[in-house]
């Protein structure tokens, strides 16, 4: 099958590129890099001709409320349009677990408008929400930063490996639409406060991070269970102790 990898060259994409190659498929990576560009429809239409499957991956480059909104829903807007016009047979797209339940969440809601976006579309779908990446720790921690201490809650989280996330969104795209969700996150439950503080531990980082139930999360208040999958979620193989060996 012929499968355009919207975020191709991305933490996500390019795993998900090499897989889908190695398993005989054609899989082109699509980015500004390579002439595609979602939010102004440069070249979408073009890289669209005679796929056979549709997979977003991409992120948008602001965090900010606007921004990420104004990403979203102009470049899967884009992406819509395109696929229905090359007659794509499938639309695979990664979002995060938990993205209806914290509308206070600006990159939240703009998922949310995405997943709608694509639904709502007619066409056939998939939709992998994810679970947050080990490899976003260091970001995370980041951006809790104040005066060189992180302040995080320990709000639930089930963190992923991005390895993992990629072999399951190649399978999705692979396969039959899956017509709705399907939850994915790592075997082991934290607080997001012990998450981050285990990750900087074992890298050496001096920063202390102090448990505070009022931090927020990209502006949302977490409780124990706003970022983890639901019963019928799968769960990934790679523990956070696996991980941080390799």
Partial sequence: ?????????????????ARLGEQGHDAVPASPASGVDTLTGEGVKEVL????????????????????????????TNLVEAARSAGVGHYVALSVVGADR?????????????????????????????????????SIADAATEDGTVRLSGGGVQPIAAE???????????????????????????GLDEWIRTVLRARGDARQVVTDPRARYFGALL???SLRPGPGGELAPTSLAEWLTR
């Avoid at 191709?8 to 390019?14: A, D, E, P």
């Avoid at 921004?67 to 470049?75: C, G, K, N």
């Avoid at 939240?108 to 939709?127: F, N, P, Y």
């Fill in 164 to 190: 993992d996330v990629a072999h399951v969104v190649s399978r999705t795209a692979a396969g039959d639409p899956l017509g709705g969700l399907l939850e994915i996150a790592g075997p082991e439950a934290f």
């Fill in 223 to 225: 409780g124990p269970d």
């Fill in 49 to 76: 001709q005679g796929a056979d499957v549709l997979v977003d991956v991409s992120n948008s480059p602001s965090f900010a409320d606007d921004d990420v909104l104004r990403f979203f829903r102009t470049a899967t």
């Fill in 1 to 17: 099958m012929r499968i355009v990898v919207i975020g191709g060259t991305g933490l996500i994409g390019s795993k998900v590129v």
């Fill in 102 to 138: 914290l509308p206070e969440s600006g990159y939240l809601r703009a998922k949310v408008v995405q997943e709608r976006l694509i639904t709502e579309s007619g066409l056939r779908h998939s939709l992998v929400r994810a679970t947050q990446f080990f490899e976003f720790a260091g």
